[in-house]
């Protein structure tokens, strides 16, 4: 190495030495200009660029050897043999187009290097050969192992130059090809020169003839030059005439969706940037690749003829999973004439999201939306597999069906938003409580099901299995920091005992916990066939009670409320009745309950409210009107303005509005039915406390709310004068109703004796069949009746204590 720095800095001319470097640079870089078209290039006009590139690169390391040997001064009369000079620059060139050849060859690493090596053996022979045409007064002695160098040096860098390089198309990486393959060939000629030792003898002779350096430099500058020129005048030509058709192609084919490549032989020779998104790599490296060895499959083969449309694989360059692609062909003419080295251009469209789509309908078509359990198409054919599968094997079978008993009241307290956290944390646990081959599935609402596959004995493993759920569905549910009450009632059907299709063991377990329903919910009960006839016709009449609301089969009965001072009607409550086509009157007992059981009730009293709310407002005169509200209208969070759009839509005034809502109401979510009861309160609306004495009756409700009214449960005033602890209580209560100023009614008043009593402690109203009965809005007129009895026995009871 000191040796080569030692002649580097001692024996050359650095101002001839840069400009072999520059001159090294701009023909490196010329050359992989050339190259770039030559990749693109097929027959005669590749076989122009290829030679045009073998020239620019030979003739500029043979410019670069000839000018740094000018640079030269071993302090001795030098020449060069003109046929050495000559026979070194065809040997540049010929090397350079055979590495340029080989690396064009096919888009590989191994060409690349392949390329290279030929690049670095002919800059190291062009050098040598050169070196013999050097003459001087002297003899030239070479140290091998410094000549070895040279050449690895050389071959080195020529090849990593070619990696670099030699797929580009970015300036950016030609120009750092160009500066590589530069470090190589000066490399190359510098370690050379440093194996080169003179020994000096004046029996030599240097003849006239042969070129001086002074010549060599004119003839090496202008013939290089000019070819150099000439490569960068028909890269820059071609550039030109080119660009702007390509940049348009091109700027078309990136705005298309699908990816588009260009394939010629099998290789890929151009492509758009939805190709290489797909392929995972920049066009350089996609260009001269096989396509349908390595990167696109088909099940047949490959595409090749017009109009031709399939489905395979791409495989991405660097790995990974395969993409499913549909690829369209067509045959582009590239002015040969011959479709053998015509163009095929392949569209291709990435079908993951039509898979994943396609996959996401199945998945949907067979599985619940929210919870992501098999939904009730799925459940059909899965438990008919499961059937089988039992048969065959004699395991059992047993089918749960599970119904959330909270689930409505936390849909209308907190929101859709938290009902639907309860149903999927409830479809986590049920997945939890079993495993395959039994399964959860949801029917829709909040209903559930669980079909168990076991070995064990029935019922006993159904028994478990169902009190395991209960257990786990007793848990409240956490929904932004509340507890949100869940709770079930299963119903159990066993296979073959209750029913051996699906439709059978379905209906029997919904008849079971139809049956738990009624035991008080919580709980969980078995089939049996007692319960079918009973059940059947509880469900027959939610139904026609559901079609009764849409069709208006209720009716609105109203029962007069008359002031006991002077018997005076200031009011009434509105009761609903339903007069069944078939049925006749339906008790209110029988639909009530239903309603209730089937979330009709909320429904129904709105109903009611309407309908009552329009009555009252055609009346002449301007009684109230009292309307009860359910447990779970009193929660419902839109009550308020459900009121209030109902006074303005029926042009009631809201001081004639009495709500009437029972204690218990109040405990479902206290909070919010105090605070719907104070919004209702600034609509004007008056607020009753319905059966005040049963429950729980408790003080602190009446002290936390300003309850407009207080009505006695008539099981009090009916037992009046018969049961002394009832007389007591109904005294105690108007007691409590004078000291809290608030006004008393009494229900079920149905005798004299009851009206005296009432009127001698100052109770405020009275409700009963001795005051009127409930009857439809056209027996208007028997409340006036009614009115003209309680007056006359007020004057009769006047009468007789004024005797």
């Given at each position: 190495?000191?040796?080569?720095?030692?002649?580097?800095?001692?024996?050359?001319?650095?101002?001839?030495?840069?400009?072999?470097?520059?001159?090294?640079?701009?023909?490196?870089?010329?050359?992989?200009?050339?190259?770039?078209?030559?990749?693109?290039?097929?027959?005669?006009?590749?076989?122009?660029?290829?030679?045009?590139?073998?020239?620019?690169?030979?003739?500029?390391?043979?410019?670069?050897?000839?000018?740094?040997?000018?640079?030269?001064?071993?302090?001795?009369?030098?020449?060069?043999?003109?046929?050495?000079?000559?026979?070194?620059?065809?040997?540049?060139?010929?090397?350079?187009?055979?590495?340029?050849?080989?690396?064009?060859?096919?888009?590989?690493?191994?060409?690349?290097?392949?390329?290279?090596?030929?690049?670095?053996?002919?800059?190291?022979?062009?050098?040598?050969?050169?070196?013999?045409?050097?003459?001087?007064?002297?003899?030239?002695?070479?140290?091998?192992?410094?000549?070895?160098?040279?050449?690895?040096?050389?071959?080195?860098?020529?090849?990593?130059?070619?990696?670099?390089?030699?797929?580009?198309?970015?300036?950016?990486?030609?120009?750092?090809?160009?500066?590589?393959?530069?470090?190589?060939?000066?490399?190359?000629?510098?370690?050379?020169?440093?194996?080169?030792?003179?020994?000096?003898?004046?029996?030599?002779?240097?003849?006239?003839?042969?070129?001086?350096?002074?010549?060599?430099?004119?003839?090496?500058?202008a013939i290089t030059g000019l070819i150099i020129l000439g490569g960068l005048g028909a890269v820059t030509i071609e550039s030109s005439t080119s660009r702007?058709?390509?940049?348009?192609?091109?700027?078309?084919?990136?705005?298309?969706?699908?990816?588009?490549?260009?394939?010629?032989?099998?290789?890929?020779?151009?492509?758009?940037?939805?190709?290489?998104?797909?392929?995972?790599?920049?066009?350089?490296?996609?260009?001269?690749?096989?396509?349908?060895?390595?990167?696109?499959?088909?099940?047949?083969?490959?595409?090749?003829?017009?109009?031709?449309?399939?489905?395979?694989?791409?495989?991405?360059?660097?790995?990974?999973?395969?993409?499913?692609?549909?690829?369209?062909?067509?045959?582009?003419?590239?002015?040969?004439?011959?479709?053998?080295?015509?163009?095929?251009?392949?569209?291709?469209?990435?079908?993951?999201?039509?898979?994943?789509?396609?996959?996401?309908?199945?998945?949907?078509?067979?599985?619940?939306?929210?919870?992501?359990?098999?939904?009730?198409?799925?459940?059909?054919?899965?438990?008919?597999?499961?059937?089988?599968?039992?048969?065959?094997?004699?395991?059992?079978?047993?089918?749960?069906?599970?119904?959330?008993?909270?689930?409505?009241?936390?849909?209308?307290?907190?929101?859709?938003?938290?009902?639907?956290?309860?149903?999927?944390?409830?479809?986590?646990?049920?997945?939890?409580?079993?495993?395959?081959?039994?399964?959860?599935?949801?029917?829709?609402?909040?209903?559930?099901?669980?079909?168990?596959?076991?070995?064990?004995?029935?019922?006993?493993?159904?028994?478990?299995?169902?009190?395991?759920?209960?257990?786990?569905?007793?848990?409240?549910?956490?929904?932004?920091?509340?507890?949100?009450?869940?709770?079930?009632?299963?119903?159990?059907?066993?296979?073959?005992?209750?029913?051996?299709?699906?439709?059978?063991?379905?209906?029997?377990?919904?008849?079971?916990?139809?049956?738990?329903?009624?035991?008080?919910?919580?709980?969980?009960?078995?089939?049996?066939?007692?319960?079918?006839?009973?059940?059947?016709?509880?469900?027959?009449?939610?139904?026609?009670?559901?079609?009764?609301?849409?069709?208006?089969?209720?009716?609105?009965?109203?029962?007069?409320?008359?002031?006991?001072?002077?018997?005076?009607?200031?009011?009434?409550?509105?009761?609903?009745?339903?007069?069944?086509?078939?049925?006749?009157?339906?008790?209110?007992?029988?639909?009530?309950?239903?309603?209730?059981?089937?979330?009709?009730?909320?429904?129904?009293?709105?109903?009611?409210?309407?309908?009552?709310?329009?009555?009252?407002?055609?009346?002449?005169?301007?009684?109230?009107?009292?309307?009860?509200?359910?447990?779970?209208?009193?929660?419902?969070?839109?009550?308020?303005?459900?009121?209030?759009?109902?006074?303005?839509?029926?042009?009631?005034?809201?001081?004639?509005?009495?709500?009437?809502?029972?204690?218990?109401?109040?405990?479902?979510?206290?909070?919010?039915?105090?605070?719907?009861?104070?919004?209702?309160?600034?609509?004007?609306?008056?607020?009753?406390?319905?059966?005040?004495?049963?429950?729980?009756?408790?003080?602190?409700?009446?002290?936390?709310?300003?309850?407009?009214?207080?009505?006695?449960?008539?099981?009090?005033?009916?037992?009046?004068?018969?049961?002394?602890?009832?007389?007591?209580?109904?005294?105690?209560?108007?007691?409590?109703?004078?000291?809290?100023?608030?006004?008393?009614?009494?229900?079920?008043?149905?005798?004299?004796?009851?009206?005296?009593?009432?009127?001698?402690?100052?109770?405020?109203?009275?409700?009963g069949y001795a005051i009127g009965r409930p009857g439809p809005i056209d027996s208007l007129s028997a409340w006036t009746l009614a009115r003209a009895a309680?007056?006359?026995?007020?004057?009769?009871?006047?009468?007789?204590?004024?005797?």
């Open positions: 190495m000191l040796k080569v720095l030692t002649c580097l800095t001692g024996q050359h001319d650095f101002r001839l030495v840069l400009v072999a470097g520059l001159v090294c640079f701009a023909a490196c870089f010329t050359a992989f200009r050339l190259f770039s078209r030559l990749r693109g290039a097929r027959g005669l006009v590749r076989g122009a660029w290829l030679l045009l590139t073998g020239l620019v690169a030979g003739s500029g390391v043979w410019a670069t050897h000839f000018i740094a040997m000018v640079a030269y001064d071993p302090g001795l009369k030098t020449g060069y043999s003109p046929a050495g000079t000559l026979l070194s620059l065809m040997i540049a060139v010929l090397f350079m187009a055979a590495g340029f050849a080989v690396a064009s060859a096919e888009r590989t690493r191994t060409n690349d290097c392949a390329g290279g090596l030929l690049l670095g053996l002919g800059i190291g022979a062009m050098h040598y050969t050169g070196m013999s045409a050097f003459v001087t007064q002297g003899y030239v002695l070479w140290e091998q192992a410094t000549v070895a160098a040279s050449v690895v040096i050389g071959v080195s860098f020529s090849a990593i130059a070619l990696v670099i390089a030699g797929r580009a198309r970015s300036l950016t990486k030609q120009l750092i090809g160009g500066t590589v393959l530069t470090l190589g060939v000066c490399g190359l000629h510098f370690t050379g020169m440093g194996a080169v030792t003179i020994m000096p003898d004046v029996n030599v002779v240097v003849p006239e003839q042969l070129l001086s350096g002074a010549m060599l430099t004119l003839a090496v500058t702007s058709a390509l940049d348009r192609i091109r700027r078309l084919a990136n705005a298309a969706y699908e990816g588009i490549v260009v394939v010629q032989d099998g290789r890929i020779n151009d492509a758009n940037a939805a190709f290489c998104e797909l392929a995972g790599a920049l066009l350089d490296d996609l260009v001269g690749k096989p396509l349908y060895t390595s990167m696109l499959t088909f099940d047949g083969k490959e595409p090749a003829r017009e109009g031709v449309r399939r489905e395979g694989l791409l495989q991405p360059l660097e790995g990974g999973r395969a993409i499913p692609v549909e690829v369209f062909s067509r045959l582009m003419d590239d002015g040969a004439r011959t479709e053998t080295s015509g163009l095929t251009v392949l569209a291709i469209r990435d079908l993951r999201e039509r898979r994943s789509a396609e996959e996401k309908i199945r998945y949907l078509a067979e599985h619940d939306g929210l919870t992501g359990l098999p939904n009730r198409n799925s459940l059909q054919a899965r438990l008919a597999a499961a059937l089988e599968r039992v048969e065959a094997s004699g395991e059992t079978l047993s089918l749960v069906c599970i119904d959330l008993d909270h689930f409505k009241e936390a849909n209308d307290l907190h929101g859709h938003l938290a009902g639907d956290a309860l149903l999927v944390e409830a479809a986590r646990r049920l997945q939890d409580s079993v495993v395959a081959p039994s399964f959860a599935a949801r029917l829709g609402g909040d209903e559930f099901i669980l079909v168990q596959i076991a070995a064990g004995d029935q019922p006993a493993a159904a028994a478990e299995l169902a009190g395991r759920v209960l257990e786990q569905l007793s848990v409240p549910a956490v929904y932004e920091g509340q507890d949100l009450a869940m709770g079930a009632s299963l119903g159990v059907s066993l296979f073959p005992d209750d029913g051996r299709t699906a439709e059978a063991l379905l209906a029997n377990a919904d008849m079971a916990l139809y049956r738990a329903k009624e035991s008080g919910r919580g709980v969980y009960r078995f089939f049996k066939r007692e319960m079918d006839e009973t059940i059947r016709e509880r469900r027959t009449l939610a139904r026609e009670l559901r079609q009764a609301i849409t069709d208006e089969e209720l009716v609105v009965f109203y029962q007069p409320l008359a002031r006991a001072a002077d018997g005076e009607v200031c009011g009434f409550e509105a009761l609903v009745r339903w007069k069944h086509p078939v049925r006749g009157m339906v008790p209110p007992l029988d639909f009530i309950p239903v309603a209730e059981e089937n979330g009709l009730i909320t429904q129904l009293g709105e109903w009611v409210l309407r309908r009552a709310c329009a009555d009252a407002a055609s009346w002449d005169r301007p009684l109230r009107i009292a309307v009860n509200l359910s447990p779970l209208q009193l929660n419902q969070p839109n009550l308020p303005t459900l009121v209030h759009e109902v006074l303005i839509a029926t042009g009631l005034s809201p001081s004639r509005l009495e709500l009437e809502i029972t204690e218990s109401a109040l405990f479902k979510d206290y909070q919010r039915a105090l605070d719907n009861l104070r919004r209702l309160k600034a609509l004007g609306v008056r607020i009753a406390m319905d059966d005040f004495g049963t429950g729980f009756s408790s003080l602190s409700t009446l002290q936390s709310f300003p309850f407009d009214k207080i009505k006695i449960d008539k099981s009090f005033v009916e037992n009046i004068h018969r049961h002394d602890r009832a007389t007591v209580i109904v005294r105690a209560v108007l007691g409590l109703g004078r000291s809290l100023e608030i006004p008393v009614v009494a229900e079920g008043v149905e005798t004299q004796e009851q009206i005296d009593f009432l009127r001698g402690e100052s109770c405020a109203e009275l409700q309680v007056a006359n026995a007020s004057e009769q009871t006047k009468a007789r204590g004024a005797a």
